[in-house]
């Protein structure tokens, strides 16, 4: 019966498929290959095992990490004037980077063997977020040697003998790296890439060696003006044959000490005011042996799937913590000033217009930094989290610029008017910088995240791509069978799991005993299924034409991502201990994600090709609108931001204590005073007295009226904002100039 079913059944659709569905691009192979699947497998499959998820491990410093932030980080922070850095100066100061170097800021992935501290993801993660807090640029300069670079290549591919000498080189700040890949004419498209090195022989160290000519123009290249050593991507070809195989090679990745002949840096770009080193660099005719390729001769051609492996640092830690950071800053920042700031005798945040802000914020700061922890204990478990990577960058960057739109909204002229005690607007600033780099959002969300996690997540569907690649036609038949009957049977699984969850509202849909975070389990289990099945309905209508319809893989990304994010912050809720006073922050993270999930299934279906297929699963599915969170529970997390609280605190998590801008550090002060002395203007409003009437008659104390008096003071140091005299202007934008006198060109 099997052989009846492979050759009269399967023979006729295994030859559409390998006609029908387009053949893998060498590039797309690699990025395929890179990296791994993790919990986003789990949401694929249609059926989740939460057990799994409650395996992780929460994340945890070590005593050494800890000892770290609490020293050398604070120390850091002390010494930085982030307005000075981009207003005056346009760099750190010398004593920071000698400071960076001697504590081995730049070696936090290198292991101690080599020098380095060896830290854990999350202890990386924690750190970047912790500067981010007091300086981008700061947060910046250590984020790039730890994250994409020569330090991370060389931990995943490099020889021994290239780990020996570079590490701990890098370790220690003696060599500072960056890495070039984006060229003039090719950024997410590497295969556009014109940056080119030719196999020849040349002189090195005196001795003629077989080696690369180099030639390069790269930009928006991080560190790039002071690096000593930069990491090369380029296509390597090899006209004379001189390796023995064919004459285009492939893109490769190689180490450049930059004060070789030909090697051209130093010039500056300026990433939206923000003052990190970033800028240009040019190869002209440049010669390095072959040993300096990473990983040696046996890496060449090897290097885009060596840059997909290595891109899990820059997507899944730093970029997530910086704007975790910024995001949970705006909310900290938003919700103290809505309190200490006054309008119509009340507190901005008593008015729900506010709320409506305020909200929001609070409950994304909490579902971000829950990911980012998740995210954090996968990859200390020494995963290469490819997929969840893509997602970490996309979503964490895009509630970054949400929230800081958000916060300058409610801060209105107070975020608006630039100077060393505003502490939004650096934020404001670098959200575009943190959208385009490490792959552009765009990009990223229309083709990566679902193109790359539909293929790689799903349980059978990069098997039978394989299997239609073979080109034995009876193996590649042989393998497309036994593939393509247990998708069979997986979809019919799903179909049946996803039509009964969602007529009978998920009610019975597989759960953990997690008391009143039950039914949010269930909703993800109910939508992991419906998802699945569209995810399969959406292969067998376009076939390859998915790979062409970005507007419905990206929404299709979305809901990936969302179940993630929902997934983390039930991870984030059970690990602290199911706290109560949390609960409105998980709640308000799963009603607003599943409406969103809800909204994107439904617009998938509706830009459905196949009408008839989009009227079935629509039936078997219902996508119906949710309406999200409502004014209540948008209200109750508004209302955590406040007040001083546990919760709020674990939403601010480890920001401040000495890496606060100074701005936030008034702000701090004023919300503490405030705080404290709201029992006693009860007692002032309730009689209906000023604060001098009131000491006046006795109804408070001198040491009472001083501390109002001190909390006045404190609420308008918030409120103030910073102004300059034209001379002041005309020191930090040289380009200013005061017409006290008229012009030499006005006189001419």
Not at 199 to 207: A, H, L, S
Not at 292 to 312: E, N, S, V, Y
Not at 329 to 336: F, K
Not at 712 to 718: E, K, L, N, P
Request: aromatic residues 8%.
């Amino acid at each position: 019966m099997s052989g009846l079913i492979r050759n009269h059944v399967t023979r006729p659709i295994h030859r559409w498929a390998r006609t029908a569905l387009p053949r893998l691009s060498d590039t797309e192979a690699e990025a395929l290959s890179a990296g791994e699947v993790w919990w986003e497998a789990e949401l694929f499959s249609g059926d989740p095992d939460w057990s799994k998820l409650a395996a992780v491990a929460r994340p945890e410093l070590t005593e050494a990490e800890t000892a770290f932030l609490e020293g050398p980080c604070t120390a850091l922070c002390e010494m930085i004037d982030d307005w000075r850095i981009n207003h005056e100066e346009a760099d750190l100061p010398p004593e920071v980077w000698t400071f960076l170097r001697e504590q081995r800021f730049f070696g936090m992935i290198i292991p101690e063997e080599h020098g380095g501290l060896g830290f854990s993801a999350f202890a990386h993660s924690e750190v970047v977020r912790y500067l981010s807090t007091r300086s981008l640029t700061l947060a910046v300069t250590v984020m790039v040697p730890n994250s994409l670079g020569p330090g991370e290549l060389l931990l995943q591919f490099g020889t021994e003998d290239q780990q020996r000498h570079w590490l701990p080189r890098l370790a220690d700040g003696r060599e500072l790296p960056a890495f070039g890949l984006t060229s003039e004419k090719a950024g997410s498209d590497a295969s556009a890439m014109t940056d080119e090195g030719i196999v020849c022989r040349g002189m090195w160290d005196d001795e003629e060696v077989l080696g690369i000519r180099l030639n390069w123009a790269k930009r928006y290249i991080t560190l790039s003006p002071v690096c000593t050593v930069l990491g090369l991507a380029f296509k390597l070809r090899d006209p004379d044959g001189l390796l023995g195989g064919d004459e285009d090679i492939g893109i490769t990745c190689a180490l450049v000490p930059t004060d070789l002949p030909g090697v051209v840096t130093g010039r500056r770009h300026i990433p939206a005011g923000t003052m990190f080193q970033n800028g240009p660099t040019e190869g002209h005719d440049v010669f390095i042996p072959l040993d300096h390729i990473i990983g040696g001769q046996d890496m060449a051609g090897r290097g885009w799937a060596m840059l997909m492996g290595a891109l899990a640092a820059g997507r899944g830690i730093s970029l997530p913590s910086l704007s975790a950071a910024a995001v949970a800053l705006a909310a900290h920042g938003s919700g103290a000033y809505s309190r200490v700031r006054e309008q119509f005798g009340l507190p901005i945040g008593k008015f729900e217009g506010i709320q409506e802000k305020l909200g929001p914020l609070a409950a994304s700061a909490y579902a971000l930094d829950s990911a980012r922890r998740l995210t954090c204990a996968g990859l200390d478990e020494g995963r290469a989290l490819a997929v969840i990577s893509a997602i970490m960058k996309l979503h964490g960057t895009t509630r970054m610029r949400d929230a800081a739109t958000a916060a300058m909204d409610i801060h209105s002229g107070k975020a608006v008017i630039d100077g060393p005690s505003n502490y939004l607007s650096p934020l404001y600033r670098a959200v575009p910088i943190g959208i385009t780099v490490e792959g552009a959002n765009i990009v990223t969300r229309s083709l990566i995240v679902f193109g790359q996690g539909a293929i790689r997540a799903h349980p059978y569907l990069l098997d039978e791509m394989r299997a239609l690649e073979e080109p034995d036609d009876e193996a590649s038949l042989d393998a497309f069978h036994r593939h393509f009957w247990a998708h069979v049977g997986h979809t019919l699984r799903t179909a049946g799991r996803a039509v009964g969850r969602a007529w009978t509202g998920g009610h019975f849909a597989p759960a953990p005993d997690a008391g009143r975070a039950r039914w949010i389990y269930r909703q993800v289990s109910r939508w992991s299924a419906a998802y699945a099945l569209t995810a399969d309905m959406a292969f067998l209508t376009l076939g390859g034409g998915l790979k062409r319809r970005e507007m419905i893989s990206a929404r299709m990304g979305d809901v990936l991502s969302d179940l993630y994010f929902i997934s983390a912050a039930l991870k984030r809720w059970d690990d602290d201990g199911r706290p109560e006073a949390d609960l409105p922050l998980l709640q308000y993270t799963a009603q607003d994600a599943l409406a969103r999930v809800r909204r994107n299934l439904d617009e998938v279906l509706a830009n459905l090709p196949a009408r008839w297929a989009a009227w079935l699963f629509r039936a078997a599915i219902r996508p119906r609108a949710s309406r999200g969170p409502d004014d209540r529970l948008t209200s109750a997390c508004a209302a955590l931001l406040l007040e001083p609280s546990e919760t709020r605190n674990r939403l601010t998590g480890r920001m401040f204590g000495g890496c606060q801008r100074d701005g936030v550090a008034d702000l701090n002060d004023a919300f503490a005073k405030v705080s404290t002395a709201e029992p006693l203007r009860k007692r002032l409003r309730e009689a209906g007295k000023s604060p001098d009437e009131a000491l006046a008659d006795g109804t408070i104390s001198q040491d009472e009226k001083d501390r109002l008096d001190e909390m006045s003071a404190a609420v308008a140091r918030v409120v103030a904002v910073d102004d300059f005299a034209p001379g002041e202007l005309a020191r930090f934008f040289p380009e200013y100039r005061m017409p006290d006198t008229p012009s030499q060109e006005a006189a001419e």
